[in-house]
C-alpha cells in the first residue's frame, strides 16, 4: 500500500484539476456578465439617442411653424403684399434673409390667392418665383390642405381648417395661425414642409367664396447642415441620411426611420450610437487582460506551490490573501479612471449623466431634483496671471470646497476646464437656492495660490426636474440658458431657469428687424448730445454722443437693451458707425468741442476695425483729434493682441482713447499699464456716494491722484449735486458730466448754447 506521502502528488494533481476547472468557470461566468452588462449598456445608450433624435426632429417641425407665425401673422406683410407691386427689398429683408438667418429656413416663397408664387428666396438669397414649379410637386399638397380643399386630421404640429388639434400636439403657435406641417422629400431631400396663411394677428371671420389668403410656404432640410449640428451639439458620431434602408452588417450603426403623418415614407437616419458599455471595456480591457494574466500566473504557481502548501497551509492562505487584495484594488482603480476626473477626482462627464439619469428614475414623487451647471468667473485671468499651475490648484480648492458643503445624496462633476455641474437630489428650489447661496459664498472667499491671493466669483444656472423637464438632455440644456442669463446679468450671479427664457431668441429676433428696419430707414434713430464741463472754466469743452431709438409703435426703447441685441447679432457694427457718422456731422458744427464716441467690444473684435474707422472719420472732413474713443474694459479682457494693435492705430492719426467706467473692472490698474490710454472717467456709482460712505470717497481722490501722476485727463460722470461737483473740482477732477449741468439733448440745444456763449462775448 502507498504512504500517506507517496499519495501526496496523486492528491496535488486532483487539486490542480479542480483548481483550474474552477478557475475556468469563474472567467467565463465573468465575461459573460460583463458582456451582458455591455450589450444592455449599448442598447439603452442607442434606445436614448434614437429618442432623443425622433424629439429633434419633433421640435424642428414645430420650430419651422412657429418662426412661420412671427412673420405669416403681421399686418405690415399683408399691406405690402396688398400693393400692386410689392417691394421685393423689403420682403427680403423681412421674410426672406429673416426666416434664412435667424431660424435656418432654406426655401422660402409666398404664393397669392390663386397659389402663384409672388416672391421666392433660396438659402437667403433672392431667387426667381419661377423656381417654384421645381418645388410644386412636393409642396402641392400642403397648399390644398392649409385651403382646405382637401382634409385629414391634425397631425402633433400643425392646425389645418376645421380640424381639432391633435390629442398630443406639441405646435407652438396661436390659435390664429392656420398651417399644414410635415415632413416631406423635397428634391430628393428629407425636408420639413410648412405652409401657412398669411393673416391677421387676431383671427378674423372668414371670407366666403374661394380663399383669399397670401401663403407663407417654408421648408428647412433636415439633412446636410442640420445633422451636422445636432451631431456637435449631442455628440451622436456618423449622423447621416439615406432615403432607403441599408444593411448594416456589423458596423454598428443604428437606425431611425422617417415617416410623414401620412405614413409615407421619407427615408431613414443613421448614425452609430453612443456605447458607454463598450468604451467602458477598451477602458479597462488593459487592466482585465493584466488581472486575468496574473490570476493566471497566480494558479500555475498555486499549482506549482500545492505540495508545500499542504505543509505550510498558513503561509499560503497569506499569500493568497495578498494576491486578492491586489487584483481588487487594480480592477478598483481602472473602474475609478474611467468615470472620474484625474486633476480634482470628482465624477466626469459620463458618469454625471449616469447619476441623473438615475435620479430621475429613483426621484420620490413629491419631490424634486436640480441640475447646476456652475462656470468659473475670470479663471482666464488667473491663467494669464498667475500661470497654469496656479489655474490648476484653483479648480482643486474649488471643487473641494463645493463638495464639502454637498448633501450625502448630492453629486458634484467637473464637466472640463472651469465647468462644474452639481445634481441635487429629492430637493426643493427654496433647498436649491440655499444651496447655491452657499456655493457662492465659498466662491466669493480668496484662494490662496502659490503664495498669493486670488479672487473669483462664480456663475451658476438652474433647471428643476420635473418642473422643466424629465429627461436628462433638457436638463442639462434648461441650465445652460439659465447659466447663459445668469452671466448676462453681471456674472456671480445664479438664474433659474424660466419657460420665458425659452421665448428670448424670439423677442431678441423681432426686435433686430426692427433695429434693421430703423438702421434702413434712418428716421427712427438719433444722436442725442450731454456735456462735458471744465472743472475750472465751467466752460463747454466737450460733449458725448449717446444714441437714441424712437420706436413707430412702442415708443423710445432703452439703449441698454437694444444695443445689447445689436451687440450679440452682429448689428453693432453697423449701429457704432452710423453714430461715428453722425458724430462727425455734429463736429463740423462744433469745431472747438471734442466729440466722445462710445465703441463696443464687439465692433473691436470685427475685420478692418481701426482701418474703418479712420477712412470714416477722414472722409467726412474731420479731424481725428476732434474725436474721442470711449471704451471699457470688457475690450480689453480677451485681448488677443488686435486690440492693442488697434489702439495703437488710432492714436497715432490723433485718436484720444478715454477708459470708461474706471474702477468697476476686474484690474483697472493693469489696463493702464498695458494699454495707451488718454482720459479715464470714473463711474457714476462712486460719484453717487461722494459724503455718503468713506470708501467711495477714497476711491475717487485715489483714481484723480493716479490719472494726474500719469499724465491723464479725468473726467467724473453722474454729477447731479452742487456738493459733487466742489467735491470734484477741490480733488483736482478735469471734467465734469451729470444731470447737474445738463442731461443728453438734441444737437440743436448744444448749437443754440454755443450761440449764446459767443454772443455773451
Known sequence: MKTSVERLPQFAGGLLVLLLAAFGLFLAAM??????????????????QSRELGQAISAVLDDVSQAQEGVALWDMLLDELAKPKPDPAWLDDNVGTLLYRLFNQDVIFILGPDDEPVYASVNGQAASPSMYLSYQPAINRFVD?????????????????????????????TSSAVHATDLAIVQDRPAVVSVMRIDHFQMRPATPGADPHNLLVSVRYIDGDFLYAFSRGNLVE???????????????????????????PIGYLMWRPDLPGSELWRAMLPAFVSMIGGALVIVAFLALRTYRLLRDQQSHLSALRAAHVELKASEAHAQHLAFHDVLT????????????????????????????????????????????AAGD??????ARRVKAILGPDDVIARLGGDEFAVLAQNTSQAATEALTKGILAEVRAPFELLGGRAFVGASVGISMAPQDATTRSELMRKADIALYRAKESG???????????????????????????????????????????????????GVEALIRWHHPTTGAVPPQIFVAVAESTGLIVELGDWVLREACRAALQWPGLSIAVNLSPVQFRSTGFAARVIDLVTAAGVSPKQIELEVTEGVFIEDDGRVQSAIAQLRAVGFRIALDDFGTGYSSLSYLQ????????????????IGEGADSTAIVNAVVTLGRSMGLTVNAEGVETAAQRDFLRAAGCDELQGFLFSKAVPAEEITQHLQMARAAD
Not at 496 to 518: G, N, Q
Open 491 to 541: 456674472r456671480n450671479q445664479y438664474c433659474f431657469f424660466e419657460p420665458e427664457m425659452d421665448e428670448t431668441l424670439k423677442a431678441k429676433a423681432l426686435m433686430e428687424a426692427d433695429l434693421r428696419a430703423a438702421l434702413a430707414d434712418g428716421g427712427q434713430l438719433s444722436v442725442y448730445f450731454q456735456p462735458q464741463i471744465d472743472s475750472g472754466t465751467h466752460q463747454l469743452v
Open 674 to 689: 498695458k494699454f495707451s490710454v488718454d482720459k479715464i472717467k470714473i463711474d457714476r456709482s462712486f460719484v453717487a456716494n
Open 345 to 388: 477626482g470628482l465624477a466626469n462627464r459620463a458618469y454625471f449623466a449616469t447619476f441623473v439619469d438615475q435620479a430621475l428614475v429613483r426621484r420620490h414623487p413629491n419631490s424634486s431634483c436640480a441640475v447646476l451647471l456652475l462656470d468659473l468667473d475670470h479663471f482666464k485671468q488667473v491663467n494669464d496671471t498667475w500661470g497654469h
Open 145 to 173: 390642405l392649409t385651403r382646405g380643399r382637401i382634409s385629414r386630421p391634425n397631425n402633433d404640429h400643425e392646425r389645418l381648417p376645421g380640424q381639432l388639434p391633435a390629442t398630443e400636439a406639441t405646435l407652438r403657435t
Open 31 to 48: 465575461v459573460f456578465s460583463l458582456y451582458l452588462s455591455v450589450e444592455k449598456s449599448d442598447d439603452m445608450s442607442a434606445q436614448r
Open 238 to 264: 456618423g449622423l447621416h441620411y439615406h432615403p432607403e434602408r441599408v444593411h448594416h452588417d456589423n458596423d454598428g450603426e443604428r437606425e431611425l426611420a422617417l415617416t410623414s403623418s401620412d405614413g409615407a
Open 393 to 398: 490648484a484653483l479648480i482643486q480648492e474649488f
